[in-house]
Each structure stands twice: as structure tokens, then as C-alpha cells.
């Protein structure tokens, strides 16, 4: 008697896996009405697929048929798969029935088009309104906006959804316009600019009058597919710039494509993921929204690709030996978090730390930086007496040999010979 | 160098460092009662955990600490390892003796000390948070059981209840025989009489649970299956993420 919707959750938990975002956190919405959820603070992940991705929200669609034909996408109206669809009561009864085992965190709900944008743009409105007011649901609740519904409708959704996100897909107009002729990345920033002075508005408005309402209180994000189109991690890397700062994004998610369509456009099927590049892209996010890095220090002309065996801050180190090394006890906050090894947690211990006396090697290592990869570019109490200057190509050869890089020399989907 | 014994309790630890500063000891060895084997060549300490001693203590610690690192006492305290009184001790001697601020010399053994284990138990209760899976009874409550690598559940009530408002639900520590109970008010620790086996499938019996239990476990686990991609296949992350201790709790990890 359950064939059914398992059978839908089956097809609408696959076709949604593809949008990595898997955040529950950045949200302010405390469980005041002593009704079910809480999205205040830090998100939670209550597993990881074995594929190692957090699972944090019930990812699904509402439905997988779609009026689009983009080649990269799985629900793809010539692609020969199975259809199906949720309706509105199912969607709210599986969230609800999650959250209570404590098995989620709240709902992230997408769609494929059917009919138009308004269309489905209003059911998705309707199931998050039921959840909110019908059900007292204060758990997390990420929403996909559909490009081209309408700014009632947008408006609407953001009075309940923590997040709400929209993709570009490719990281250039060029490459969209190569696997989704239908598509712009004008219709995706058309709605992420009308949410984000929304945004604007609201928080103007309550702090005037605090009863004003919530709205997508977790900000905006979006998703760049990586290695579906030939652009290089400087395109990417710099499209993801220019959105963080036009858009106030809080997230900018990068997903290594999956091969899913024989389309010559694409890189076949059974072709690895580009899964270390993925990673390096995330470093590289992450040394800009933390680390004070600039896009431009990162990649340029010059680099326009991250390299694969070093991660982009050693990379950016090895290439400015010039401005190491940095003296732990002296050096400004700011440059400790430049030195490979060393990361914002510990930087913070370390100016912290050196208030109360001058740090040696032994208290580095203790306050948990990775001093094998650090040593090289710091200096400390008693570092030794460095008669030379090492070159790039040595130190980069020396932290190489030293380390078990989680990229090993053969990467793990080759197969050994013996 | 003075040996003092005494219960184990966060009362009797606070207390003794009362005694400390009363019987002007400069160096102390604290152990446990439990942990306390009688010698020949040094006679110990007796310390009576005393409510208004331990009180005092406190007050004054509190004084150098801010509420972030009171609640890191504590959680270094809730982690049972053998080592952590000594530095819970000699921490507090530290805070005591110092200017206001000395928390932040992350270069002293015992305020590091502190600093880790109390990050290691907020782990676990984090992990506790993300780990629970409750199972619904056939008279509605909620039930979940855990064996915490610490006693974190302490710490799990405010969590729970801020987002469980409505509805009953129990955490049993199977490991140390008590659990929580909210029942729509307020959340209270309780022992059951007999507390059931930590088993790999079901928690609980199928006669005592809700029947649409049965359902959400299997629609979980579809879920779980589902959302997975292949091509993308990770087990050293997956098991780095759900360490295999763990797995008992998930009824993902069952199907």
C-alpha cells in the first residue's frame, strides 16, 4: 500500500540531488508560537549520503516534468524517464512526519516547469504557506525561485522561506547559451535582485517597527556547475564574485558536473566528476568570504586555473614568497590567516594567545595549526636559523612529500594496475 | 605536593578548590574516590563537597569568566575523562589567581586543555542533535535512545525543547541509565525500570509503536538511498562524517 509514494519520493529525491546546497543555517526563526521547528542559529546535518554530502534538508521536486530542454539537466523534457508529482497535502505530511523523528532539518523544495513560471511558482507558495500557518512549522524551509513568476508571487515566498535560491547553471552567458538555449542569466538575476531589495526593504521597515515579518531571513544563494562547458576556474571564480557583491549572496555552491546525457555537448557518460577541481573552487570561495582574499589575488590572467595538487592558499603563498615569512608574535591578524596551515580558528588563538607571552614551536602545535605545512612560511620564538632562502618548487616538493594528500599521485577512480 | 580525594561531583571539585586556597596547598593532586588507591607513603585529603564552598568558587570564577567559558567548564566537566578534574583544578586556581582576561592564554596547559575537551563534548552533543531518531509509540511520544561517548545529556534539553515544543518526547542514555522526558511543559530526567537493549534494527518492539512508524522508517530510508549520487561514491567521507560507532542510531544505516 506504500508502492506509490515511495515509488514518487524515489523519482523526486533523484531528479533533486543534483542542487548541492544542503545549508540549514543563517536563519532567525525561533519556535515562538510553541509550534514545531526551530531555525535559529547553526544548521545541522543528521547524515551524509555515502557519496560524503550532507543531508540537512528533504531535498525533493515537486514535480520532474518539465517544459525545458537543457542539456545538462536531468529532467529534461526529451529525456526518457520516468514522471511524476507530488501533491501539495504529500509534501507537507513527509516534511512534517521528518522533522518530528528528527531526521531533517526542514524542506528544500525545487520544481521542474510545468504549464508556466506562475503556475508553478504558486503551488510551491501554497505548500509553504500551509506548512507555515496550518502545520506551525518553524523548521528551515529553502525555496527555489522560479525564474519569471511573477513579483506578487516572489514576494509572497519570501514571507516563508528561509532561503530562497536561484541557478545560473553555467558559469557564462556562452556556455547556458550552448546547453540551454531557453535560458539567460538575465532571468536569474531579474528575480535575485527584486528578492534582494526586498530584503533591503523588510530589514529598513523593522527597524522602525519591530512586528514587521521575516523575509528570507537566510538571505539568497546560487549554483555554478562546473565542467559541463569548457570556461576555466578564473570565469567561474569571477562570475561567483561579481554575484556575492551585486547580489548579496550568502552562498554561492559549486557542483562538479555528472555526466547524465549522451548529448555530444557533454562530457559522456561514465566520465569522472571533476570532483578535486570542485573542492579547489570551494577553498578558493572560502579564502574570499573569509580569509580577506581578493578574486584577483587568487586567479588572474596569469593563473587562471587553480592548481590541483596544492590548495589555492599554498598556491597563493608559494607565488608571494616575497611576503613571508610572518612572525607569529608580531604579524597582523591579517597575515596570520594568510600562512598555509593556519586557519581562522587558530589565527584567532594566536593573537589571542601571544598577549601573555611570546609563542614557541611547542605551544603552535598544540594550538592545533598544521605545522608541518606552516613552518615554512612563519617565524616563532625559536624558530631555527634559516642560512637560505628556499625557492617555491623546494618548499612546494618538501609539504608534498611530507603530507598524505587526500589527491594522491593516482587518482582514486584509476584503477591499479596490480 | 597534596593529595586530596574526592567524590567526583562539580560541587566537590569546586570545593576542593576552596580547601586549596583554606589550607594554602600550592600544589594539589586531585583524585577521585572511585579512581583512589590507599599509600603507603602519602595520606590523602578527605574533601567533603560542601554546596556553599562550591558556591563560593563559582561565584568567584564566574567573575573572570564570561558565560562562553563557564558553559566550557562545564562541558570539560560532562566529559568523564580521567585527566580533566586535575585540569578542571588547576584551571580554576589559574582564573582565580590571574587578572580578568587569563582565559584567553591559549598557550597555558590547562586553558588549553579545557578549551579541547570542551570542544570534544560539544561535538558529541552536537552529534546528538544530528543522530537522534526518534520513533513515534502508539501513545505519541517520541522515543530515541543513545550511548554518548560523554554525558552530554545535560546539555540536550533546551535543543530539544525549543523545537519539539508540541509534541512528547523521551531520550534514554542507555550507557549511564537515565534519560529526559518533555511532557509538553517541561523536560525532566528520568530512569526507566527497564530499559530496553540498544538494538540494531528498531529501537522499540513494532507492538508499541505508532503504526504509521513502519512507513516513515522505509520512506527514510528510500530517501536516504535516493539523494545519494554513485558516480560520486565517498565511503572514507562518509564514515569520516557518521563514524561507524554511530551507526547503531540510524535508521538510514539499517535498510
Known sequence: MYERIREKLGILADAAKYDVSCSSSGSNRKNENKGIGDAEGTGICHTYTEDGRCVSLLKILLTNHCIYDCAFCVSRRSNDIKRAAFTVEEVVELTMNFYRRNYIEGLFLSSGIFKDADYTMERLVRIVKKLRQEERFNGYIHLKTIPGASDELLREAGMYADRMSINLEMPTETGLKLLAPEKSHAEVKKPLKYIQNSITQFQSEKALIKSVPKFVPAGQSTQIVVGATPESDKEILYTANAFYQRFSLKRVYYSGYIPISHDSRLPVIGSQPPLIRENRLYQADWLMRFYGFKVQEILNDIHPNLEVDVDPKLSWALRNLDQFPVDVNTADYYMILRVPGIGVSSALKIVQARKFGRLYQSHLRKLGIAFGKARHFIRYADSPIQLKDYEAGHIKGLILSESKSKYQKNPHNQLSLF | ?255
Not at chain 2, 576552596?18 to 572511585?34: D, G, I, N, Q
Not at chain 2, 558565560?67 to 566550557?72: D, V, Y
Not at chain 2, 580554576?92 to 590571574?98: A, F, K, M, V
Not at chain 2, 516513515?216 to 561507524?244: E, G
Request: proline fraction near 4%; include cysteine; glycine fraction near 4%.
Open chain 2, 1 to 255: 605536593m597534596e593529595l586530596y580525594i574526592f567524590d567526583g561531583s562539580l560541587e566537590g571539585l569546586l570545593t576542593a578548590v576552596f580547601e586549596s586556597y583554606h589550607r594554602k596547598s600550592p600544589v594539589v593532586k586531585l583524585v577521585t574516590e572511585a579512581s583512589y588507591i590507599p599509600d603507603v607513603f602519602q595520606s590523602g585529603f578527605q574533601i567533603l563537597s560542601d554546596r556553599e564552598k562550591g558556591k563560593r568558587v563559582w561565584r568567584g570564577l564566574c567573575k573572570k569568566m564570561g558565560k562562553e567559558w563557564q558553559l566550557r567548564f562545564y562541558k570539560a566537566f560532562l566529559s568523564e575523562q580521567p585527566d580533566v578534574f586535575q585540569h578542571l583544578f588547576n584551571f580554576s586556581r589559574y582564573i582565580i589567581d590571574q587578572p580578568a582576561g587569563a582565559t584567553e592564554n591559549f598557550a597555558h596547559r590547562d586553558v588549553l586543555a579545557i578549551s579541547q575537551t570542551a570542544q570534544k563534548v560539544h561535538r558529541e552533543k552536537h552529534r546528538m542533535e544530528a543522530f537522534v531518531r526518534f520513533q513515534k509509540t502508539g501513545d505519541g511520544i517520541y522515543y530515541a535512545h543513545i550511548e554518548p561517548d560523554f554525558d552530554v545529556l545535560p546539555l540536550l534539553p533546551e535543543h530539544f525543547q525549543n523545537r519539539y515544543a508540541d509534541q512528547r518526547w523521551i531520550i534514554y542514555d542507555l550507557k549511564r541509565k537515565y534519560g529526559l522526558y518533555y511532557d509538553l511543559e517541561k523536560t525532566e530526567e528520568i530512569e526507566l525500570a527497564e530499559a530496553p537493549q540498544m538494538s540494531i534494527v528498531n529501537a522499540l518492539p513494532s507492538d508499541v509503536l505508532d503504526p504509521k512508524e513502519q512507513l516513515y522508517t522505509l520512506l527514510w530510508q528510500d530517501y536516504f538511498t535516493s539523494t545519494n549520487i554513485q558516480a560520486r561514491k565517498n565511503t572514507r567521507l562518509h564514515v569520516r562524517h557518521v563514524p561507524r560507532r554511530y551507526w547503531k542510531y540510524l535508521s538510514e544505516k539499517q535498510g
